[in-house]
């Protein structure tokens, strides 16, 4: 058998902050409201010409240097982003370029804020079918760059922030009775549950550019598309606390474990409001939950493993740990994962 260990994460923030008071002179809007609904007090913009792949690079320059590994011995990357440097092709094989990895295969999903768990569950199947043995996950957003900074998108742009992160995920050998569970102290991954429901596809988006755009092909109209992004913030929101909730009481159901068996809850960064009814909803105390939107903002696909990377060298969370993470996003698409540390 072979188990799915998470040794390494990293993350790579831009160092240019954004604070509440800082979009109120872009936009009419105000430190109270953005703080209220959302817990979220700053966050960090990157400034040109800083691309996607730049803040995946710096992510994964920090995962190597602290792995002590090289590119040559990992074989698959895998990205997530909802905003790579083009419309195509994906990040991954700039990474793979720029920073002299082997012609590895290197692939971007596109599952947007449920980027961690949705890569984690491929990594997982792949590394267990004994195909390959380190996997390189990458996360990284530069929403910046697409948000209608404007009284217009101000619903959306006071959310977002950019940030990148990097986990190392390796293949070790065992025997059945040390495949990682709830019931003994083993680490890697556990379980995955993951989940889509395209009616929401358009509550949460940026439309174009996109086939669907009329005139998407025509020079004269298709600088005229909806390149930022448009939400449906009430109907998400309700969306996003019933699936967070949804995944993981499946989880704790089929481990047969309690919200007190797990060391900490991290959940997608997108609302703390979310994050807290979710932690009400599991009947956690706080200190079981690590959150660190107030200083960064929802960075898409990167906020679980940033996270995961804080919690860590702060100590709230140490190796052999078990901790449980839960996403939703843009799709819809959602999910969880159960992973000793
Ligand atoms: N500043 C000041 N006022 C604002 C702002 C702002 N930035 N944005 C909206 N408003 C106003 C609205 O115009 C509205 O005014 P009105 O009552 O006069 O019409 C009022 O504030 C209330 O707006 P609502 O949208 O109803 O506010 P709500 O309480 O629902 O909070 C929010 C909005 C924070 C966006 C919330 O709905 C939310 O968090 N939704 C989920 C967000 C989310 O999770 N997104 C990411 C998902 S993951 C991914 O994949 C990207």
Redesign the pocket.
């Known amino acids: 058998h072979f188990k799915t260990v998470m040794t390494h994460f990293s993350r790579y923030l831009p160092p240019g902050r954004v604070t509440n008071n800082d979009l109120s002179k872009l936009m009419?809007?105000?430190d109270a409201?953005?703080t209220e609904?959302?817990g979220i007090r700053e966050r960090r913009f990157v400034e040109e010409p800083t691309t996607t792949s730049d803040l995946a690079i710096e992510a994964v320059k920090k995962i190597l240097e602290e792995s002590k590994l090289k590119p040559s011995d990992f074989d698959y990357i895998i990205a997530s982003t909802l905003s790579p440097d083009f419309y195509f092709p994906g990040i991954a094989p700039i990474v793979q370029h720029k920073l002299g990895f082997p012609m590895i295969p290197a692939v971007d999903i596109r599952v947007?804020?449920s980027a961690f768990v949705y890569s984690t569950q491929l990594a997982d199947a792949m590394i267990k079918s004994g195909q390959y043995k380190r996997i390189l996950l990458v996360f990284s957003d530069v929403q910046s760059k697409l948000l209608d900074l404007t009284t217009n998108g101000?619903?959306v742009a006071?959310?977002f922030g950019d940030g990148a992160a990097a986990v190392i995920c390796e293949a070790e050998e065992c025997s059945e009775s040390e495949l990682p569970s709830t019931n003994n102290n083993k680490s890697g991954v556990i379980d995955t549950i993951l989940g889509s429901d395209g009616t929401g596809a358009e509550l949460?988006l940026i439309r174009s550019p996109g086939t669907a755009t009329k005139g998407f092909l025509n020079p004269e109209t298709h600088g005229l598309g909806d390149w930022h992004p448009k939400?449906e913030?009430?109907l998400?929101?309700k969306h996003?606390v019933s699936r967070m909730c949804e995944v993981a009481e499946t989880l704790m159901k089929r481990h047969q474990i309690t919200a007190n068996d797990i060391a900490c809850l991290i959940p997608h960064q997108?609302?703390l409001r979310?994050s807290e009814m979710v932690r009400e909803k599991m009947e956690l105390s706080p200190d079981k939950v690590f959150n660190n939107i107030h200083q960064y903002g929802?960075t898409?696909s990167a906020t679980i493993p940033i996270c995961i990377n804080e919690a860590l060298e702060q100590g709230r969370v140490k190796k052999g740990d078990l901790i449980l993470t839960v996403a939703?996003?843009?799709g819809f698409t959602w999910g969880g994962s159960l992973i000793r540390l």
Do not use: E
């Open positions: 009419d809007t105000n409201w953005i609904r959302s947007q804020c101000r619903n006071v959310l949460l939400m913030g009430r998400v929101f996003a997108a609302n979310i929802n898409t939703f996003g843009a």
